[in-house]
């Protein structure tokens, strides 16, 4: 008897010609999440990929204890539902009977106050001589004969026994979720305009759970924004590639053109003015590093910079789709994938990204086009994004290794 692991994939069943695309992409990317686990052989069958450890000893498979780290790295490749550790032997109804007992052994050491349970079958492989129902009435049978203390409880068990019969048995109980969505390099690459707050790691988060790899780009105004506060960032930034893989963050440096634009632009319009810049900046490392789309944290009406007529003196300054998957989420909703995530923690921390030092007492909340154009009349515009552009340095992010 062995441990392996076995997980579930959504979405991608419901493509149709390009289904085997999405697959290969999905089986990559596990490939390369779970690399330092150890030689692993991956494969598919159907809508389950079986992971399997390709040397007997590999620790990460011991127990249902040392398999939780493996098992929380499949969960984070977009794609899957689900994942359980499973136990893989080979034989027929008495050897299915007599692993259960070692396995319902285990389960309850570990978990004394379980009392019922039930069991589930599914039969792959036709040939085997029960059915479904059969299979789970006589197991079901043998479990309460060899553990008298337990009762079969259909509707609310402590615990399922899950058998599931194919070129080899397996049985298994209970299941680590996963985040679903599609794996991440089925679609063409986005910027991510990441700060030191809640909402952009959630926003990168949800576009790669649609397929989409990232590369970052974060506007640095030091010392008005601290060291702390650019690793804030790093830190938020490895995060978020836990999911969407290794990026590439951009570090504008930001402090020179922050500085010019409170000088030469009226208060009440800088977030404005700001923020018209920042997007052509990102636009332009965008287009030069092969993304397709930028993508930001905002929600309607969230704050100032965030009513449909901000947001549309921000958009018109660039080409690209600006991607907003946060526009109509209510903040706790936000918060709530951000702790699911493990951002929140780290979005918290009270260093503060540019936006906070330099902003206006009384920020305009509806500007007019004619308002924006007055504000910049002052400011050289193209060398101030030239400048962006060229004062930028590059991280690696990669936390995989
Ligand atoms: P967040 O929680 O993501 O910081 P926010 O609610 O604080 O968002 P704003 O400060 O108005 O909202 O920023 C809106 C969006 O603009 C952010 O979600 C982010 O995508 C982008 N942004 C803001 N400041 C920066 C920065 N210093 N560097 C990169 N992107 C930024
Ligand atoms: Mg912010």
């Given at each position: ?11 991608i ?17 596990l490939?390369y ?32 204890n ?38 319902v ?8 106050d ?26 079901g ?13 259909v ?12 070129e ?8 680590m ?18 700060s030191?707050?809640i ?23 030091y010392?008005?924004?601290s ?69 930001t944290?905002?929600?309607?009406g ?5 009513t ?30 951000s702790?699911?995530?493990g ?10 990204d ?32 030239e ?6 340095e ?8």
């Amino acid at each position: 008897m062995s441990n392996v692991l076995l997980a579930r994939m959504g979405e991608i069943t419901l493509k149709g010609l390009n289904r085997g695309s999405f697959e290969v992409q999905l089986k990559n990317n596990l490939k390369y999440r779970l690399k330092k686990f150890g030689s692993l052989k991956i494969f598919q069958n159907q809508s389950r990929i079986w992971i399997e450890p390709a040397e007997e000893d590999n620790p990460y498979f011991a127990s249902e204890n040392d398999a939780k780290e493996i098992m929380k790295a499949v969960t984070q490749v977009f794609g899957i539902v689900s994942v359980s550790l499973a136990r893989k032997f080979e034989g027929g109804f008495d050897e299915i009977v007599s692993n259960t007992k070692e396995y319902v052994t285990e389960l309850l050491e570990n978990n004394p106050d379980y009392k019922t349970f039930k069991v589930e079958s599914k039969r792959g492989n036709k040939a085997f001589p029960m059915n479904s129902p059969e299979i789970c009435t006589e197991l079901g049978y043998q479990i309460l004969v060899n553990f008298p203390d337990l009762k079969v409880d259909v509707k609310k068990p402590d615990f399922i026994i899950n058998v599931e019969i194919r070129e080899y048995n397996y049985i298994y109980s209970g299941k680590m979720m996963a985040h679903r969505g599609l794996p991440v390099g089925t679609s063409g690459k986005g910027m991510l305009l990441l700060s030191g707050g809640i909402d952009s790691p959630v926003a990168g988060f949800m576009m790669a759970s649609r397929g989409m790899p990232l590369e970052a780009v974060y506007f640095h105004s030091y010392p008005y924004t601290s060291e702390q506060a650019l690793q804030k960032v790093i830190d938020l930034a490895k995060i978020v590639s836990g999911f969407s893989g290794r990026m590439k963050l951009h570090v504008v440096n930001f402090t020179q053109i922050q500085l010019d634009m409170y000088k030469n632009s009226p208060q009440e319009m800088l977030t404005i003015t700001m923020r018209r810049v920042m997007l052509q900046i990102a636009e332009r490392l965008a287009l030069k590093n092969n993304c397709k789309c930028l993508i930001t944290g905002e929600s309607l009406g969230q704050v100032a910079s965030q009513t449909l007529e901000a947001i549309q003196a921000t958009n018109e300054v660039v080409k690209m789709p600006v991607l907003r998957p946060l526009i109509g989420m209510d903040k706790q909703a936000t918060c709530d994938i951000s702790r699911q995530i493990g951002a929140f923690e780290t979005s918290i921390l009270p260093y503060e990204d540019c936006c906070t030092v330099f902003v206006a007492k009384h920020p305009k909340t509806h500007p007019h086009p004619e308002d924006v154009a007055l504000a910049e009349k002052d400011l050289d515009i193209e060398a101030m994004v030239e400048a962006g552009v060229n004062g930028t340095e590059v991280i690696e992010i990669n936390p995989f290794d």
